[in-house]
């Protein structure tokens, strides 16, 4: 498993030599988000459909 460092060092390996700071993290941010949503989902922190069709529904009507 790579720690935290060595999936930086690799990311910036893939990123343009031009990019800014701002580029960089906003592909950090890209790259966590697929793993905080497996996590969760192996919580058990998840919606059923239904749920979200009725949040939506709420906001929509805001």
Known sequence: MN???????????RVPDDASLED???HIYV??????GLT???QGRVLTQD???RRMARWLEQ
């Open 3 to 13: 720690t935290a460092k060595d999936e930086v060092r690799q990311l910036l390996d």
């Open 24 to 26: 960089i993290q906003y």
């Open 31 to 36: 790259c966590q988000k697929p793993d905080h």
């Open 40 to 42: 969760a989902a192996d």
């Open 51 to 53: 749920e979200v069709e």
